[in-house]
DNA sequence: AGAACGCGCTTGAGTTATCAAGCAGTATGA
DNA sequence: TCATACTGCTTGATAACTCAAGCGCGTTCT
């Protein structure tokens, strides 16, 4: 099954990025801090191996083990329960209803004033859209 | 391998009750609830078969689903986090290094979860075009 | 050029979770 | 007595998770 990789190419002009799934959301929070496959790997100390990470990231695994997500929540110093979340793990409280969990705390704390002006912007773009 | 089946009688005498397997933990909470396997099926509105069910109690199973966990939680009136430790899966603060990292310089408190990742995705987008 | 690396990704195999179906045992009622 | 209906339990099949090994591609030496 060959399947046609199709490499994504994501452009500035329409960006119009929906919810993303886990795979995706772990993916950009990768890249965002810039570390390979066998970086977060050996950062997890061999929890969760490079080759389950792609996997991962491209949407074949569904529902790794909330310990997964655990470690790669320390690595990417964002919230576990957020992961869970988008895992589609119920959490502690979220009975019933429908209760508003926020993702990550935005946990990029390395961001140069440069990328933080783009970032404002983009924020800014975007709540200028919503109607 | 034949397998001696060995039928595991738990003895009512000498209660030293520590740690206890979770599958033990959900039989007792089971039998004292005066529930049979086919009532917690129903209860769980099917979410957790019987069979599944006698399983778990008997060990055969031991890292259920956290929504299998949350389920029987629910039925059975206990916390859900108390099966989640149970099973094996780390909890939210059961963290040994908590770095809150999170510089305040793009201090968004207000964000949205679905802005937060569109935004991480913009970002991951621009990082990873920087050469 | 070629070697040597690092990158993301695939694949094969082993383990585990999960369910539908059915089994043996014990009442209870006709 | 037989039938019916419970009880917990087993089993076979399928799907999902997970890893070790390795592949192909692009860089970067030398």
Do not use: C, W
């Amino acid at each position: 099954m060959a399947s046609g990789r199709r490499r994504i190419r994501r452009k500035r002009a329409e960006f119009v990025g929906q919810p993303a799934e886990l795979g995706a959301l772990l993916a950009d929070l990768r890249t965002a801090k810039g570390f390979t496959l066998r970086e977060v790997e050996e950062a997890t100390d061999k929890a969760v191996s490079n080759a389950y990470l792609s996997q991962l990231e491209n949407g074949r695994i569904k529902k790794p083990s909330p310990n997964v997500l655990h470690s790669l929540a320390n690595v990417y110093a964002v919230p576990y329960e957020a992961l869970m979340e988008k895992a589609g793990y119920l959490l502690p409280s979220e009975n019933g209803g429908g209760q508003r969990n926020r993702l990550a705390a935005f946990a990029i704390d390395d961001l140069t004033a440069e990328e933080e002006e783009q970032l404002l912007k983009y924020l800014a773009f975007l709540r200028s859209r919503s109607s």
